[in-house]
Antibody, heavy 119, light 107 residues
Framework: EVQLVQSGAEVKEPGESVKISCKGS????????IAWVRHMPGKGLEWMGIIYPADSHTRYSPSFQGQVTISADKSISTAYLQWTSLKASDTAIYYC????????????WGQGTLVTVSS | AIQLTQFPSSLSASVGDRVTITCRASQGISSALAWYQQRPGKAPKFLIY???SLASGVPSRFSGSGSGTDFTLTISSLQPEDFATYFCQHFTNHPLTFGGGTKVEIK
């Protein structure tokens, strides 16, 4: 079964850093792209960026360029999304999702990671 | 960036009803559109790609149509498990974007 399993919820204070993960299984991890999508409370979905784990080629949405870093470790079939200085406005559920190319639909999705930023 | 506008933003319907959701793109995207279902507290589930092709395992009561700028998702006979929020997404170029969502509620 193709699966993406994400790391658990995080509660952080403004200014802190965090790195969340997304582990793929049941398929060739280096043959597909992994995207990250933000879902803020009561809002729609926002595509943040995408990475090709085979060579770590990454594309970012202009809205998120410079705000987050997407990376991957193909040796453990895991992609990451990290922040160096969180803001309260980063509070959201973050999903990873698999894609055949960097301009494509997403299937499947991870279960989501809730990141809460509050003082 | 291409903007996707969904309407209605919410609707109330009964089991057995036919439901249609619209997604309008700010510019032509050919058939590069996907649809997802998201139940409360769950991750989005992939339903349709290339505007009208059903993903594997998706019930045949779901269908998609359209090309260019106007697209529809239709549920032919609403089932209890279909009460959820539905999103469209284009995959023409970067940045990829999603519609604002349509919440289907029980009447």
């Amino acid at each position: 079964e193709v699966q993406l399993v994400q790391s658990g919820a995080e509660v952080k204070e403004p200014g802190e850093s965090v790195k969340i993960s997304c582990k793929g299984s049941g398929y060739g991890f280096t043959s597909y792209w992994i995207a990250w999508v933000r879902h803020m409370p009561g809002k729609g979905l926002e595509w943040m960026g995408i990475i090709y784990p085979a060579d770590s080629h990454t594309r970012y949405s202009p809205s998120f360029q410079g705000q987050v870093t997407i990376s991957a470790d193909k040796s453990i079939s895991t992609a990451y999304l990290q922040w160096t200085s969180l803001k309260a406005s980063d509070t959201a559920i973050y999903y990873c999702a698999r894609a055949y190319s960097n301009v494509d639909w997403f299937d499947p999705w991870g279960q989501g990671t809730l990141v809460t930023v509050s003082s | 960036a291409i903007q996707l506008t969904q309407f209605p933003s919410s609707l109330s319907a009964s089991v057995g009803d036919r439901v249609t959701i619209t997604c309008r793109a700010s510019q032509g995207i050919s058939s590069a559109l996907a649809w997802y279902q998201q139940r409360p507290g769950k991750a989005p589930k992939f339903l349709i790609y290339d505007a009208s092709s059903l993903a594997s395992g998706v019930p045949s009561r779901f269908s998609g149509s359209g090309s260019g700028t106007d697209f529809t998702l239709t549920i032919s006979s609403l089932q209890p498990e279909d009460f959820a929020t539905y999103f469209c997404q284009h995959f023409t170029n970067h940045p990829l974007t999603f519609g604002g969502g349509t919440k289907v509620e029980i009447k």
